[in-house]
Protein backbone atom coordinates (compact mmCIF):
# COMPACT_ATOMS: atom_id res chain seq x y z
CA UNK A 1 0.00 0.00 0.00
CA UNK A 2 1.22 3.82 -0.86
CA UNK A 3 2.23 5.16 2.11
CA UNK A 4 3.43 8.59 2.82
CA UNK A 5 4.37 9.79 6.58
CA UNK A 6 5.63 13.33 7.96
CA UNK A 7 7.64 13.55 10.91
CA UNK A 8 7.69 15.22 13.37
CA UNK A 9 3.91 16.35 13.39
CA UNK A 10 4.70 20.11 15.39
CA UNK A 11 7.76 21.23 15.68
CA UNK A 12 9.05 24.47 17.83
CA UNK A 13 11.94 26.15 17.16
CA UNK A 14 13.78 29.17 18.13
CA UNK A 15 14.73 31.75 15.27
CA UNK A 16 17.60 30.56 14.55
CA UNK A 17 17.83 27.53 15.52
CA UNK A 18 18.25 24.98 12.22
CA UNK A 19 16.13 21.98 11.72
CA UNK A 20 15.08 19.52 9.67
CA UNK A 21 11.26 18.06 8.64
CA UNK A 22 11.29 14.09 7.52
CA UNK A 23 9.29 13.03 4.71
CA UNK A 24 9.51 8.94 4.37
CA UNK A 25 7.38 7.23 1.58
CA UNK A 26 6.38 3.53 0.66
CA UNK A 27 5.60 3.84 -2.81
CA UNK A 28 5.10 2.26 -6.00
CA UNK A 29 6.52 4.24 -9.13
CA UNK A 30 7.57 7.24 -7.77
CA UNK A 31 7.32 10.06 -10.52
CA UNK A 32 8.04 13.24 -8.52
CA UNK A 33 7.63 14.62 -4.70
CA UNK A 34 6.42 17.79 -3.83
CA UNK A 35 7.14 20.19 -1.00
CA UNK A 36 4.42 22.72 -0.88
CA UNK A 37 4.41 25.20 2.69
CA UNK A 38 0.37 26.06 3.93
CA UNK A 39 0.03 28.73 6.02
CA UNK A 40 -3.79 28.80 8.25
CA UNK A 41 -6.86 29.21 6.16
CA UNK A 42 -4.90 29.03 2.81
CA UNK A 43 -3.77 27.05 0.27
CA UNK A 44 -0.72 25.26 0.00
CA UNK A 45 2.05 27.14 -1.68
CA UNK A 46 4.56 25.02 -3.88
CA UNK A 47 7.89 25.17 -2.55
CA UNK A 48 10.45 22.14 -4.66
CA UNK A 49 9.77 19.14 -7.09
CA UNK A 50 12.21 16.87 -6.42
CA UNK A 51 12.89 13.63 -9.24
CA UNK A 52 15.71 11.18 -8.91
CA UNK A 53 17.11 10.43 -5.17
CA UNK A 54 20.18 12.69 -4.43
CA UNK A 55 18.61 15.60 -6.15
CA UNK A 56 18.63 18.89 -3.87
CA UNK A 57 17.20 21.87 -4.40
CA UNK A 58 17.32 25.28 -2.41
CA UNK A 59 15.18 28.24 -1.82
CA UNK A 60 16.28 30.89 0.42
CA UNK A 61 16.33 29.36 4.28
CA UNK A 62 14.90 26.12 2.58
CA UNK A 63 16.91 23.01 1.05
CA UNK A 64 14.70 19.92 -0.17
CA UNK A 65 16.82 16.57 -0.47
CA UNK A 66 15.14 13.22 -1.87
CA UNK A 67 16.91 9.62 -1.35
CA UNK A 68 14.74 6.31 -2.42
CA UNK A 69 13.00 6.58 0.68
CA UNK A 70 12.26 9.52 1.98
CA UNK A 71 12.85 13.56 1.55
CA UNK A 72 14.27 16.03 4.29
CA UNK A 73 13.55 19.34 4.04
CA UNK A 74 15.69 21.43 5.62
CA UNK A 75 15.28 24.53 7.54
CA UNK A 76 18.79 26.59 8.17
CA UNK A 77 18.27 29.54 10.70
CA UNK A 78 14.69 30.02 10.18
CA UNK A 79 12.80 33.51 11.29
CA UNK A 80 9.21 33.26 12.62
CA UNK A 81 8.15 34.16 9.40
CA UNK A 82 8.78 30.67 8.65
CA UNK A 83 6.26 29.65 10.67
CA UNK A 84 3.53 27.22 8.83
CA UNK A 85 2.52 23.44 8.09
CA UNK A 86 4.69 21.68 5.71
CA UNK A 87 3.49 19.13 3.63
CA UNK A 88 4.93 16.71 1.01
CA UNK A 89 3.12 14.88 -1.25
CA UNK A 90 4.31 12.32 -4.14
CA UNK A 91 3.00 11.73 -7.32
CA UNK A 92 3.06 8.62 -9.00
CA UNK A 93 3.32 6.40 -12.28
CA UNK A 94 -0.48 5.76 -11.95
CA UNK A 95 -0.97 9.29 -12.02
CA UNK A 96 -1.99 9.08 -8.23
CA UNK A 97 -1.09 12.00 -5.54
CA UNK A 98 -0.76 11.81 -2.09
CA UNK A 99 -0.01 13.83 0.27
CA UNK A 100 1.65 13.36 3.83
CA UNK A 101 -0.20 14.83 6.34
CA UNK A 102 2.53 17.77 7.29
CA UNK A 103 4.57 19.42 9.86
CA UNK A 104 3.54 22.28 12.07
CA UNK A 105 6.12 24.69 12.36
CA UNK A 106 6.62 27.00 14.77
CA UNK A 107 9.55 29.25 14.68
CA UNK A 108 9.55 31.77 18.20
CA UNK A 109 10.96 34.83 17.91
CA UNK B 1 4.92 30.41 -10.44
CA UNK B 2 1.54 30.47 -11.77
CA UNK B 3 -1.37 31.06 -10.49
CA UNK B 4 -4.54 29.71 -9.26
CA UNK B 5 -7.59 31.53 -8.01
CA UNK B 6 -10.82 30.15 -6.31
CA UNK B 7 -13.92 32.38 -6.02
CA UNK B 8 -15.80 33.36 -3.55
CA UNK B 9 -12.85 32.62 -0.77
CA UNK B 10 -15.62 32.09 2.22
CA UNK B 11 -19.79 31.43 2.18
CA UNK B 12 -22.47 30.93 4.28
CA UNK B 13 -25.40 29.10 3.53
CA UNK B 14 -28.55 27.77 4.55
CA UNK B 15 -28.57 24.17 4.85
CA UNK B 16 -30.11 22.21 1.28
CA UNK B 17 -29.39 25.28 -0.58
CA UNK B 18 -26.32 24.81 -3.45
CA UNK B 19 -23.18 26.11 -3.42
CA UNK B 20 -20.82 26.67 -6.28
CA UNK B 21 -17.51 27.24 -5.89
CA UNK B 22 -15.45 28.38 -8.95
CA UNK B 23 -11.21 27.31 -9.43
CA UNK B 24 -9.40 29.34 -12.55
CA UNK B 25 -5.84 29.32 -13.72
CA UNK B 26 -5.06 32.57 -14.88
CA UNK B 27 -2.25 32.37 -16.71
CA UNK B 28 -1.81 28.83 -17.73
CA UNK B 29 -4.22 26.11 -19.29
CA UNK B 30 -5.01 23.15 -17.28
CA UNK B 31 -6.14 19.92 -18.93
CA UNK B 32 -6.48 18.60 -15.40
CA UNK B 33 -7.58 20.02 -11.86
CA UNK B 34 -8.26 18.53 -9.10
CA UNK B 35 -10.44 19.59 -5.89
CA UNK B 36 -9.62 18.57 -2.15
CA UNK B 37 -11.46 19.24 1.20
CA UNK B 38 -9.63 20.01 4.19
CA UNK B 39 -10.78 19.32 8.02
CA UNK B 40 -9.22 21.62 10.56
CA UNK B 41 -5.70 20.55 11.18
CA UNK B 42 -5.77 17.61 9.05
CA UNK B 43 -3.85 16.95 5.68
CA UNK B 44 -5.80 17.88 2.21
CA UNK B 45 -8.16 14.49 0.85
CA UNK B 46 -8.35 14.85 -3.18
CA UNK B 47 -12.11 14.18 -4.08
CA UNK B 48 -12.07 14.22 -7.85
CA UNK B 49 -9.99 15.21 -10.67
CA UNK B 50 -10.95 17.23 -12.99
CA UNK B 51 -10.35 17.06 -16.95
CA UNK B 52 -11.29 19.44 -19.19
CA UNK B 53 -14.29 18.10 -21.38
CA UNK B 54 -14.82 14.83 -20.21
CA UNK B 55 -16.29 13.35 -16.77
CA UNK B 56 -14.83 14.31 -13.21
CA UNK B 57 -13.53 11.31 -11.72
CA UNK B 58 -14.04 10.57 -8.12
CA UNK B 59 -12.41 9.63 -5.45
CA UNK B 60 -13.83 6.39 -3.51
CA UNK B 61 -16.55 7.57 -0.96
CA UNK B 62 -17.08 10.94 -2.73
CA UNK B 63 -20.91 11.31 -3.39
CA UNK B 64 -20.65 12.19 -7.44
CA UNK B 65 -24.21 13.68 -7.46
CA UNK B 66 -23.67 15.61 -4.40
CA UNK B 67 -20.67 17.13 -5.40
CA UNK B 68 -21.03 17.85 -9.00
CA UNK B 69 -18.44 18.87 -10.73
CA UNK B 70 -17.30 20.77 -14.07
CA UNK B 71 -14.81 21.72 -16.34
CA UNK B 72 -15.93 23.67 -19.08
CA UNK B 73 -12.54 25.22 -20.27
CA UNK B 74 -8.95 24.78 -19.91
CA UNK B 75 -8.82 27.49 -17.11
CA UNK B 76 -12.09 27.16 -15.29
CA UNK B 77 -13.36 24.42 -13.18
CA UNK B 78 -16.66 24.36 -10.77
CA UNK B 79 -17.43 22.52 -7.78
CA UNK B 80 -21.11 22.61 -6.85
CA UNK B 81 -22.18 21.08 -3.73
CA UNK B 82 -25.72 20.33 -3.57
CA UNK B 83 -28.43 20.67 -0.60
CA UNK B 84 -25.34 21.08 1.62
CA UNK B 85 -25.64 20.35 5.22
CA UNK B 86 -23.22 21.28 8.04
CA UNK B 87 -21.08 18.69 7.61
CA UNK B 88 -20.16 19.71 4.74
CA UNK B 89 -18.84 22.29 6.41
CA UNK B 90 -15.06 22.53 5.11
CA UNK B 91 -12.26 24.05 3.63
CA UNK B 92 -11.94 23.44 0.12
CA UNK B 93 -9.01 23.56 -2.09
CA UNK B 94 -8.49 23.67 -6.00
CA UNK B 95 -5.16 22.74 -7.77
CA UNK B 96 -4.14 23.07 -10.96
CA UNK B 97 -1.61 21.00 -13.26
CA UNK B 98 1.34 23.04 -15.56
CA UNK B 99 2.90 20.51 -17.33
CA UNK B 100 4.20 18.84 -14.36
CA UNK B 101 3.83 20.80 -11.08
CA UNK B 102 0.74 21.19 -9.46
CA UNK B 103 -0.62 24.59 -8.61
CA UNK B 104 -3.18 25.04 -4.99
CA UNK B 105 -5.98 28.43 -4.99
CA UNK B 106 -6.38 29.39 -1.75
CA UNK B 107 -9.38 27.81 -0.96
CA UNK B 108 -12.89 28.48 -0.26
CA UNK B 109 -14.25 28.32 3.35
CA UNK B 110 -17.90 26.60 3.37
CA UNK B 111 -20.03 27.17 6.06
CA UNK B 112 -23.60 25.36 6.60
CA UNK B 113 -25.83 26.54 8.82
Known amino acids: EDQVTQSPEALRLQEGESSSLNCSYTVSGLRGLFWYRQDPGKGPEFLFT???AGEEKEKERLKATLTKKESFLHITAPKPEDSATYLCAVHLTGNQFYFGTGTSLTVIP | GAVVSQHPSWVICKSGTSVKIECRSLDFQATTMFWYRQFPKQSLMLMAT?????????EQGVEKDKFLINHASLTLSTLTVTSAHPEDSSFYIC?????????FGPGTRLTVT
Open chain 1, 50 to 52: LYS
Open chain 2, 50 to 58: SNEGSKATY
Open chain 2, 95 to 103: SARSSYEQY
